[in-house]
């Protein structure tokens, strides 16, 4: 009780005292700020209120459709359809974001942020593809974007395709690239050999096991965990060293975790 009470109070603080970013921000919106009125996942809206409320990062999805288009989404499936099956025009024409808004192609996406200010990072999720000339035609996409945008200082990269991690450090070793291990399955020291700087966990994996987070650091990692929602699962992570949260409810993590 005396936990509820106090998280309802720092949450009352921070509206208060205004959401500007601070040495202690840890947290990541998920696709953006999407649980607020008028948003949407992987939306411009979610990406500028994620901006606009000073979190250290606003995570979006990447990838490709049939004709080679790149875009942010999240799911591998349209109306039981694999996107890789689909035109962007057959998206377009067929979906429509729950804020009326249409979805983003990367270029659309990455120049919106661009041309915001602010310390808010981009993470850029690179969606795993399903061929290996996809996953190669991805990967280049992803870098030549990053460079038409100018935006190499101000992003980081994520990927269950470890591949695309991989690859992608070796493009860019000045920026910090992290794999989503779900289960810890790949060694700490091959992602040392390979130029990986972080490991972003299923949060469930850490709250069974939180001397991984101290492992990892032992090793020189960073440590995030996706998709931690519960205040209280945060705070015991963050207790036990978590650098880094993705939230669904990064309005409510920053509220808790700046008393960390």
């Not at 992987?42 to 490709?64: H, K, P, V, W």
């Not at 990892?216 to 990692?221: I, L, Q, V």
Request: proline share 2%; net charge negative.
């Amino acid at each position: 009780m005396k936990r509820i009470v106090l998280t309802i109070f720092v949450i009352l603080m921070a509206v208060s005292c205004g959401k500007e970013a601070t040495q202690k921000n840890r947290v990541i919106a998920h696709r953006g700020f999407w649980q607020t009125e008028g948003s949407a996942q992987n939306s411009l809206t979610s990406l500028r209120l994620a901006m606009d409320n000073g979190f250290y990062g606003s995570e979006c999805d990447i990838q490709l459709t049939a004709d080679s288009c790149f875009i942010v989404f999240h799911d591998s499936k349209l109306n039981g359809v694999y996107l890789e099956n689909l035109t962007f025009a057959q998206i377009l024409a067929d979906t429509t974001l729950v804020n009326g808004e249409k979805i983003s192609t990367v270029d659309e996406y990455f120049s919106e942020f661009a041309c915001h200010g602010g310390n808010t990072k981009l993470i850029i999720e690179v969606k795993p593809q399903v061929t290996e000339e996809m996953m190669s035609l991805s990967i280049e996409r992803t870098a030549e974007a990053i460079k038409k945008f100018d935006i190499r200082d101000r992003v980081e990269i994520i990927s269950f395709s470890y591949r695309a991690c991989k690859e992608l450090a070796g493009i860019f070793p000045d920026i910090p690239v992290s794999f989503l291990d779900e289960t810890h399955n790949v060694s700490f020291s091959q992602m040392k050999q390979d130029g990986i700087d972080g490991i972003d966990y299923e949060y469930h994996c850490i709250l069974e096991n939180p001397d991984l987070i101290e492992e990892a650091h032992s090793k020189g990692f960073i440590v995030d965990v996706w998709t931690a929602n519960d205040p209280e699962e945060v705070i015991t992570m963050v207790e036990a060293g978590l650098d880094y949260v993705t939230t669904n409810r990064p309005d409510l993590m920053l509220a808790v975790l700046e008393e960390y």
